[in-house]
């Protein structure tokens, strides 16, 4: 069964020791109907509170088990699907919860329980406005699941070590401290997160890392800025424990305020990072601060990379992997919809050696019509058109070469090393690409090609996006696309590294992108890119460009 409500809420009131035994066939029967996104809350208490609510809510006491189920449903979901945003509400564990803030933005449109709900409704429609509000109301849905018993339990983690599993050794802080990058939220970082709450009563300080401490990530064009991932942390966290008092830092060192601040207690770091954590205190003790007890995450494996384009995958769920899966996706919606009737233009633009055209070849072989705009920018050019009779006037007849030709080179001389001059030339020409590359489109349109790609080095900053249905960005690491032009063209580092600080940078241009393409890979992947962008655009589009 597939369903078409975005947010599912699932309740489970069983007892810890009988959760972990069912857990398996609970979250497969949940996905069946879970589309978007899967909150879990989690409260053996529920049910005899919806009998009687006058029991009081009692706190979780076995955060240990309560960990392990934790990790065992975001291991187990991702692996059945990586698509599916899980999210495991931690309440009522140092204290009884206060009801989600008006601020996380909590939403469902379902829900699910593994009771049978008989004449609760009421009494459950109460609990839920008062703890776990919904703050876009709206007719739910609910559904009791039929989930089989299961006794086979998850197995522990082999890498599993206890002597640096603090939950196990039943610690609590007042005030804890976790650093990361943070970029898209995934099930590695919502494990990770999650300790730190079980962990943690009162404050969780966020070192977010930024500036030079993300140059070296993979696809780091691709990560989200500063602000949405510390938003997101904070959203997250809200609607995991509201008690939690949530900081976020920015951080340009690996150590950040872990070593300044006096008043923590505890550092939760991951396995790859857990030799960091040894060198904090170091840093700590020479700062005359107390030493922090260091709680080590376990990592989980990317179990669903076998079913992905997984070249350069990392064993480990991380962020690297998720950016990678987002190429040749839809990363927003398109700028101008589908329309029938109508040709759907997509603007292919990319950087210096960043492989437009080899993408370019790869979207004609699928069916895709193409305008070259640079073809389009010399017929500005020709002589005896309004746009050449413009350039001559404001530049000069030195321009015109011995055919009467405007002479590109001696022009670039002149606009070269200024904006202003540039700027007189652009306001010619770009324009006059625009009309020639609607008449073009026109044309292409009207001889049966519903998809066309118009590929313009300079799209973005000619603004020609706005007459465009989506925006597709290639790009390579600056890097990357030093030494290819280097070798390509036999320029020197120095004419090179000036060509690219004259364009739009990478992450300026991802911004505008609705699909993104990296070419960095082998040639294949980049095929299987181009190949997953055109289908998902068929479907959006429901085009089929062989009728």
Not at 135 to 155: H, S, V, Y
Not at 381 to 409: H, L, M
Request: aromatic residues 8%; charged residues 30%.
């Amino acid at each position: 069964m597939v369903s078409n409500k975005k947010k599912t809420l699932l309740l489970l009131s069983q007892q810890l020791n009988d959760l972990k035994l069912n857990l398996k066939p609970l979250i497969e029967e949940s996905l069946k109907y879970a589309k978007n996104e899967l909150f879990v809350y989690i409260n053996p208490c529920l049910k005899s509170r919806l009998i009687n609510p006058e029991i009081k809510q009692n706190l979780i006491q076995d955060r240990y088990r309560l960990k392990q189920i934790v990790r065992q449903l975001y291991q187990y979901s991702f692996k059945l699907n990586p698509e599916i945003s899980v999210t495991c509400l931690l309440h009522n564990v140092h204290q009884v919860t206060k009801p989600i803030r008006v601020e996380s933005g909590f939403s469902y449109d379902q829900i699910l329980t593994d009771f049978i709900l008989e004449n609760l409704e009421n009494e459950l429609d109460r609990f839920l406005n008062h703890y776990l509000p919904n703050m876009e109301p709206k007719k739910l849905t609910f559904i009791q699941l039929n989930a089989d018993k299961n006794f086979e339990n998850f197995q522990n983690s082999q890498n599993e070590s206890l002597d640096f599993d603090l939950i196990k050794k039943n610690r609590i802080y007042m005030n804890s401290v976790i650093g990361g990058t943070y970029d898209r939220l995934h099930s590695g970082h919502k494990i990770l997160l999650s300790e730190s709450v079980l962990l943690t009563k009162n404050k969780l300080l966020i070192g977010v890392s930024d500036g030079e401490l993300l140059s070296r990530k993979k696809l780091s064009d691709l990560i989200e800025n500063f602000e949405k991932r510390c938003e997101n942390l904070k959203k997250f966290l809200a609607i995991v424990n509201p008690d939690l008092n949530v900081i976020t830092e920015r951080i340009t060192d690996p150590y950040g305020p872990s070593i300044t601040e006096p008043e923590y207690e505890c550092l939760i770091v991951s396995q790859e990072t857990s030799s960091g954590g040894i060198k904090v205190n170091e840093k700590r003790l020479q700062n005359n601060l107390n030493e922090l007890e260091i709680h080590v995450v376990n990592l989980i494996n990317d179990e669903a990379s076998i079913f992905v384009d997984n070249i350069g995958d990392e064993i480990k769920i991380s962020s690297s992997n998720h950016r990678r899966r987002l190429l040749g996706t839809l990363l927003k919606q398109p700028y101008i919809p589908y329309e029938e009737g109508k040709p759907y233009v997509i603007g292919l633009t990319g950087g210096l050696a960043s492989g437009k055209s080899h993408i370019i070849k790869d979207l004609e072989k699928l069916g895709a019509a193409v305008v070259d705009s640079d073809k389009l920018g010399h017929r500005a050019y020709e002589r005896g058109t309004d746009a050449y009779q413009r350039i001559v006037e404001i530049f000069g007849n030195d321009i015109i070469d011995e055919y009467g030709e405007i002479n590109r080179k001696s022009l670039g001389k002149k606009v070269f090393n200024s904006q202003i001059e540039l700027k007189k030339l652009t306001d010619i020409v770009w324009p006059e690409i625009r009309r020639l590359r609607d008449i073009e489109i026109k044309r292409l349109f009207d001889e049966g090609n519903k998809i066309i790609v118009v590929e313009a080095a300079v799209m973005l900053e000619a603004k020609w996006h706005k007459n465009v249905n989506e925006i597709w960005v290639v790009f390579v690491p600056e890097e990357e696309a030093i030494s290819r032009a280097m070798q390509r063209d036999g320029s020197s580092l120095e004419k090179v590294k000036q060509t690219i600080s004259s364009q739009m940078p990478n992450k300026e241009k991802i911004e505008y992108a609705n699909v993104v393409f990296c070419s960095l890979w082998e040639r294949e992947f980049t095929i299987r890119q181009v190949k997953k962008a055109w289908d998902l655009l068929l479907e959006r589009t429901k085009s089929d460009i062989h009728t």
